[in-house]
T-cell receptor
Framework: DTAVSQTPKYLVTQMGNDKSIKCEQNLGHDTMYWYKQDSKKFLKIMFS???????INETVPNRFSPKSPDKAHLNLHINSLELGDSAVYFCASSSAGQDNSPLHFGNGTRLTVT | AQSVTQLGSHVSVSEGALVLLRCNYSSSVPPYLFWYVQYPNQGLQLLLK??????LVKGINGFEAEFKKSETSFHLTKPSAHMSDAAEYFCAVRTGTASKLTFGTGTRLQVTL
């Protein structure tokens, strides 16, 4: 019954490695997002996809590359990981066409870069 | 540009006391406003949303918020705090389906006996 699911929940890796986080939603939504939450709990949008098309791309290093194979999935690949990438990454989804449509969030992926 | 400001990064109340978490927004067009709650090591859960149908919005767990255009505010309240309300609360604003959801910096609510 999980609406927005992310894997893995925890990810510990060394600097310079490449890693991916996967996200899937079963809500029938057509818009998906990646948010980054830093150690002070500040949430900042990174990307948004609508029907597999990139619609929001905030100022994010190009080491971060989202991929949406279909509207139910949005994965995040990170190359050459740096210490500053350590954070909790949240996937979310919503329904386009409804201005007040809330975002539904996954439980997050805690990335620790050592 | 849209933004929200949450006054007070940390609020402490006694169990049974009134909860008031403040949120002010800035938007050049009519905003859509949301309150989310985040429990430790969990994702964000929607508490309530402002839909412009009514200025007083009721949400889950006994929370409500009132939209005041003249004050550009959307404060969150609950008449009687419970220990289980201890969490991080985020106010957020959006100005259309194509726009991003912008979050405030969050307010940590502590509930004491």
């Amino acid at each position: 019954d999980t609406a927005v699911s992310q894997t893995p929940k925890y990810l510990v890796t060394q600097m310079g490695n490449d890693k991916s986080i996967k996200c899937e939603q079963n809500l029938g939504h057509d818009t998906m997002y990646w948010y980054k939450q830093d150690s002070k709990k500040f949430l900042k949008i990174m990307f948004s996809y609508n029907n597999k098309e990139l619609i929001i791309n905030e100022t994010v290093p190009n080491r971060f590359s989202p991929k949406s194979p279909d509207k139910a999935h949005l994965n995040l690949h990170i190359n050459s990981l740096e210490l500053g990438d350590s954070a909790v990454y949240f996937c979310a989804s919503s329904s386009a066409g409804q201005d007040n449509s809330p975002l539904h969030f996954g439980n997050g992926t805690r990335l620790t870069v050592t | 540009a849209q933004s929200v400001t949450q006054l007070g990064s940390h609020v402490s109340v006694s169990e049974g006391a009134l909860v008031l978490l403040r949120c002010n927004y800035s938007s050049s067009v009519p905003p859509y406003l949301f309150w989310y709650v985040q429990y430790p090591n969990q994702g964000l859960q929607l508490l309530l949303k402002y839909t412009s149908a009514a200025t007083l919005v009721k949400g889950i767990n006994g929370f409500e918020a009132e939209f005041k255009k003249s004050e550009t505010s959307f404060h969150l309240t609950k008449p009687s705090a419970h220990m289980s309300d201890a969490a991080e609360y985020f106010c957020a604003v959006r100005t259309g389906t194509a726009s991003k959801l912008t979050f405030g910096t969050g307010t940590r609510l502590q509930v004491t006996l």
